[in-house]
């Protein structure tokens, strides 16, 4: 049984920093695609970030120099700092894996954002909330 758990939210000022969390158990680590998503009360689930098995990475432009994406495939872990947070940056936080190679070829052909199709694994989300 897949199991994902997030971890590492909380509430902050803007121009703080977080690093968020993904304990992934049940899947063959590393998989072709792990990813952040976030989703803000009202809109859409959107990516944020992936990093596949070569730990390539691909961003939305939204986040590009304030998120970076990690995972450490001994620990089956995957990470998301966020630096210099921004209240639009308020979210529900999700880490997702792709074990069958859809998100990956998905990333690689249009970006990060509109990949919530794709994939197949969700942990529960952990919150972040920046206030101004």
């Known amino acids: 049984q897949v199991q994902m758990v997030e971890s590492g939210g909380g509430s902050v000022q803007a121009g703080g920093s977080l690093r968020l969390s993904c304990v992934a158990s049940?899947?063959?680590?590393?998989?072709?695609?792990m990813t952040w998503f976030r989703q803000a009360p009202g809109k859409e689930r959107e990516g944020v970030a992936a990093?596949?098995?070569?730990?390539?990475?691909t961003y939305a432009d939204s986040v590009k120099g304030r998120f970076t994406i990690s995972q450490d495939n001994a620990a089956n872990t995957l990470y998301l700092q966020i630096t210099n947070l921004k209240p639009e940056d308020t979210a529900m936080y999700y880490c997702a894996a792709d074990d069958t190679g859809l998100g990956l070829a998905a990333v690689r052909a249009g970006g990060v954002r509109s990949t919530v199709q794709k994939f197949g694994y969700w942990g529960q989300g952990t919150q972040v909330t920046v206030s101004s």
């Open positions: 990093i596949d098995s070569l730990d390539r990475t």
């Open positions: 049940g899947l063959s680590y590393p998989t072709y695609c």
